[in-house]
């Protein structure tokens, strides 16, 4: 069964960091694109950042350009998410998803294209 776990949330003050991972059991990474896609209370869940099967190409939202960095290490079947500069507007549970169609072409932050996600790691952004 393919299952996505996230991890790495938690509280953090404005201009803090976090780390999220996102861990594949069932099936092996290196074929899927990644995205981490996000939702606050009362609002659309988003696209924030995604990277390429072989990690050659990434993705960001215009809002954490600059600030967030996705990786992934395809050896430890494992995506992260480093967050810097954190806001409060970053606050929402986080998910990591996987495109399951054919590599190779560009990361898509569109949420209709993923398959597969996990349940999500709260992040909460505040003083």
């Known amino acids: 069964q393919l299952q996505l776990v996230e991890s790495g949330g938690g509280l953090v003050q404005p201009g803090g960091s976090l780390r999220l991972s996102c861990a594949a059991s069932?099936?092996?990474?290196?074929?899927?694109?990644i995205g981490w896609f996000r939702q606050a209370p009362g609002k659309e869940r988003e696209g924030v950042s995604c990277?390429?099967?072989?990690?050659?190409?990434?993705h960001y939202a215009d809002s954490v350009k600059g600030r967030f960095t996705i990786s992934r290490d395809n050896a430890k079947n494992t995506v992260y998410l480093q967050m810097n500069s954190l806001k409060p507007e970053d606050t929402a549970i986080y998910y990591c998803?996987?495109?399951?169609?054919?590599?190779?072409?560009?990361?898509?932050?569109?949420?209709?294209?993923?398959?597969?996600w996990g349940q999500g790691t709260q992040v909460t952004v505040s003083s």
């Open positions: 998803a996987a495109d399951p169609r054919p590599p190779g072409g560009w990361p898509t932050l569109r949420v209709t294209e993923y398959a597969y």
């Open positions: 069932g099936f092996t990474l290196d074929y899927y694109a």
């Open positions: 990277i390429s099967n072989s990690g050659g190409n990434t």
